[in-house]
């Protein structure tokens, strides 16, 4: 959690200052659409209990869409966005017992639906910050290969996060966003489509997103 008290400081300490007084051009307004790319990192969380009481963890690439639409109210924008995104993270052990408690895995497709607000920084940046509803998979893989058993794990929890976006043109954009999720309840999904029960886990993602997009 450190991470997101860190990149959420930072957005408050630019909201504090004078040039944060910005109207809100209309280029961060509308429907969007972008593509993100970056640094993944699964791992157990704090009340996770896995052999020899080691925190295990998995990184990789991820990469995904993502869509939304944008407002301004008064000096702030506010909008609702959603991401289906992939990662290259996978675990390098076959025990079931290491690995969080996944054993051999895959990380999946991911989902997520939320809500952002922003304020202008500059009249071409905007800081903000986001939240929502995260849902994602993790594919379990035939021991030591990369041969997916059709079996996967469903993790449902919730993202936060904090970033900034800036104008290259009334309708083109970069951002750079940190987002931490954290996975409180899941599933499994076997082969011919049955289903456990749901049960509680404690998984934790931190994600640096770099994202270039179009507004229309």
């Known amino acids: 959690m450190r991470y997101l008290r860190t990149a959420l400081l930072a957005a408050a300490t630019l909201g504090a200052t004078p040039a944060l007084a910005q109207s809100v051009d209309p280029v961060f307004t509308g429907p969007r659409v972008e593509g993100i790319v970056g640094w993944d990192k699964l791992r157990a969380g704090s009340s996770s209990t896995v052999a020899g009481g080691d925190r295990q963890?998995?990184?990789?690439?991820?990469?995904?869409?993502?869509?939304?639409?944008?407002i301004g109210v008064g000096?702030?924008?506010?909008?609702?966005?959603?991401?289906?995104?992939?990662?290259?993270?996978?675990?390098?052990?076959?025990?079931?017992?290491?690995?969080?408690?996944?054993?051999?895995?895959?990380?999946g497709r991911d989902l997520y639906v939320g809500a952002r607000a922003g304020i202008m920084a500059t009249p071409s940046t905007l800081v903000y910050v986001k939240g929502g509803y995260t849902n994602t998979r993790l594919n379990v893989l035939a021991g030591n290969t990369s041969t997916a058993t059709d079996t996967d794990f469903n993790l449902d929890g919730w993202r936060a996060g904090a970033g900034a976006e800036h104008a290259l043109s009334p309708n083109s954009y970069v951002k750079l966003e940190y987002r931490y999720s954290n996975y409180n309840r899941g599933d499994v999904r076997y082969p011919d489509g049955a289903t456990t029960a749901r049960f509680d886990v404690d998984t934790d993602r931190h994600q640096i997103v770099l994202g270039y997009g179009f507004r229309f």
């Open 57 to 70: 963890s998995t990184d990789g690439l991820m990469y995904g869409v993502g869509v939304g639409y944008d």
């Open 75 to 107: 000096g702030f924008v506010v909008g609702a966005e959603g991401e289906f995104s992939g990662s290259t993270a996978k675990t390098g052990r076959r025990d079931y017992t290491s690995d969080f408690g996944y054993g051999r895995v895959k990380a």
